[in-house]
């Protein structure tokens, strides 16, 4: 698998019903990156799931470059195979660079609509946090864990302070005295004054709320973004919080035990998702209880989360 060499960049994969020879349905992975704040879809994705050679749809893109100056909408870029030294060509188109391509090949309708429903949905979600003022307040965290503070859950989505306390009273984290002192210190961009007490949720509180009150597609890809691995604290490089040796072991322990979690999720995400929606599919429609086993195996079940 190649790795991009541009800027880090955070991927967006939707599953989507996609119609193949036959009339059967199977679940399509739409992957989409946001980099440098614009939503793209890389060529080797392009001619991966269109089952042609990467080198002939760069050749394609490279004839529609030479028909006029589209290097805002097809992206020059390159990448790496791992293991390997050299860079290879690649672009990356946005929705419009994306839709320019695909009206100058026949079929794929299906193909063709879901990557451009899901870059106008991107689209409009990127707009509808725009209008949040809270968009504008950067994460914090807790211990170097990503937290949310209550009061910033209900200007974001409108549930009232006393609901949230009142739903995440068995899980809130209440910070007074001393772990209030501590909570400012790690997040001292923020301005806090006058305040005796402050509540934080992690982020499977956060989604479970918005779940219940029906605002998580909404606000979905901002929790997403608000909670992502370079918001937590050990890139923020702040000194070691405590004074003592073994909580500071304790702390460093628990900050590479972020780090790997944050690896498998993406991996989960990116590339196990996509097998298990297969399984999923085939076992339906083999309609075989064989594959049942299956489901023991799977990343969720192991680390005792549930599917997404």
Aim: charged share 30%; glycine share 4%.
């Amino acid at each position: 698998m190649g790795t991009s060499s541009t800027t880090t960049s955070q991927v967006n994969c939707t599953t989507f019903p996609l119609k193949i020879q036959g009339g059967i349905k199977m679940n399509y992975v739409v992957k989409i990156e946001s980099k440098n704040g614009i939503n793209v879809v890389s060529s080797r994705v392009v001619a991966k799931e269109l089952g042609k050679n990467h080198s002939d749809v760069l050749d394609s893109l490279n004839n529609i470059l030479e028909k006029g100056d589209f290097r805002s909408l097809i992206i020059p870029s390159n990448y790496q195979v791992k293991g390997q030294k050299r860079n290879y060509k690649e672009y990356l188109l946005t929705k419009d660079g994306f839709t320019l391509y695909m009206f100058n090949i026949q079929g794929y309708n299906d193909f063709k609509m879901a990557y451009i429903n899901e870059f106008n949905r991107m689209e409009q979600a990127l707009k509808e946090q725009k209008k949040l003022p809270f968009t504008e307040v950067k994460p914090t965290t807790w211990k170097g864990v990503p937290v949310m503070e209550v009061q910033d859950l209900a200007k974001l989505t409108n549930i009232t302070d006393a609901t949230i306390h009142w739903f995440s009273r068995n899980e809130k984290i209440n910070l007074k005295s001393d772990y209030l002192r501590e909570y400012k210190k790690e997040n001292s961009e923020r301005n806090y004054t006058n305040i005796s007490a402050i509540s934080v949720l992690y982020k499977e509180m956060v989604i479970s709320l918005c779940k219940k009150y029906g605002v998580y597609e909404k606000y979905k890809d901002f929790i997403e973004n608000y909670f992502r691995y370079d918001n937590r604290l050990e890139c923020k490089t702040i000194e070691k919080p405590f004074n003592d040796k073994y909580y500071n072991e304790m702390y460093e322990c628990m900050v590479k035990a972020y780090q790997f979690e944050s690896q498998i999720e993406k991996i989960y995400e990116e590339q196990l998702l996509p097998l298990y929606n297969r399984i999923d599919k085939l076992n339906d429609l083999k309609r075989d209880t064989i594959l049942t086993p299956f489901y023991g195996m799977k990343y969720g079940n192991i680390f005792g989360r549930n599917k997404k």
